[in-house]
């Protein structure tokens, strides 16, 4: 079974620092895409990045990139110049690329608080 | 944003009472799921639906039914609720051979 594993459970960094979120995860699937969601204190859950396991280039989006090194089954969200706005819980989630399998499992996330 | 809407977005409920939580798509996306997200566990999946009256059970599905009988409308009821599914519950949805499911507002559930 997969497993998504967050080991930071809360950060503090200050604004306009570069922050990197940890993420490792557990499958012997060679097909699977990993995602990252944002949780602000409204309790919405927004999706910020997807990277396939098959991507070459780390995916972007914006200030959001995912550091994704295979070989040892990290996606690490990295935010650069964070922002207050960037204070919220931040999840890590990997999907099976089966068909019938297109569930989500998450990690238990990590809360980041931008310190002005 | 994708139209997904939760109601109701708050309940109240006294253990041993049935309760239907609804999520609504206005996106006529294949995939519904419903999870629900309690602190140090993160989101787990209840059930999930991959099309109209077809449905599966996630990791934590004991205690709860769901019912697909429109492509826009994914129920969840607990037939008797207990104060242990005391939860915000979370739909999400996503189209066939897209990448990124999206999520609804959630829905925040007190069994007394």
């Known amino acids: 079974a997969q497993k998504i594993t967050q080991t930071q459970p809360g950060m503090f960094v200050q604004e306009k620092e570069a922050v990197t979120l940890d993420c490792t995860y557990d499958?012997?699937?060679?097909?699977?895409?990993l995602f990252w969601y944002k949780q602000p204190s409204s309790g919405e859950m927004i999706f910020l990045i997807y990277?396939?396991?098959?991507?070459?280039q780390n995916a972007t989006e914006g200030r959001y990139s995912l550091n994704f090194q295979k070989a040892r089954k990290s996606a690490n969200l990295v935010i650069s110049a964070s922002q207050l706005g960037d204070s919220a819980m931040y999840f890590c989630?990997?999907?099976?690329?089966?068909?019938?399998?297109?569930?989500?499992?998450f990690g238990t996330g990590t809360r980041l608080t931008i310190i002005p | 944003d994708a139209g997904i809407t939760q109601s109701p977005r708050h309940k109240v409920t006294e253990t041993g009472t049935p309760v239907t939580l609804r999520c609504h798509q206005t996106?006529?996306?294949?995939?519904m799921y419903w999870y629900r997200q309690d602190p140090g566990h993160g989101l787990r999946l209840i059930h999930y639906?991959?099309?109209?009256?077809?449905?599966d059970k996630g990791e934590v599905s004991d205690g709860y039914s769901v019912s697909r009988s429109k492509t826009e409308d994914f129920l969840l009821t607990l037939e008797s609720a207990t104060s242990s599914q005391t939860s915000v519950y979370f739909c999400?949805?996503?189209?066939?051979?897209?990448?990124?499911?999206?999520f609804g507002p959630g829905t925040r559930l007190t069994v007394l």
């Open positions: 499958t012997s699937d060679q097909s699977y895409g």
């Open positions: 990277q396939g396991s098959y991507d070459e």
């Open positions: 999400a949805i996503q189209g066939a051979g897209a990448d990124t499911q999206y």
């Open positions: 996106e006529n996306h294949r995939y």
């Open positions: 639906s991959y099309g109209v009256k077809d449905t």
């Open positions: 989630a990997m999907r099976l690329s089966n068909f019938g399998n297109e569930k989500l499992t």
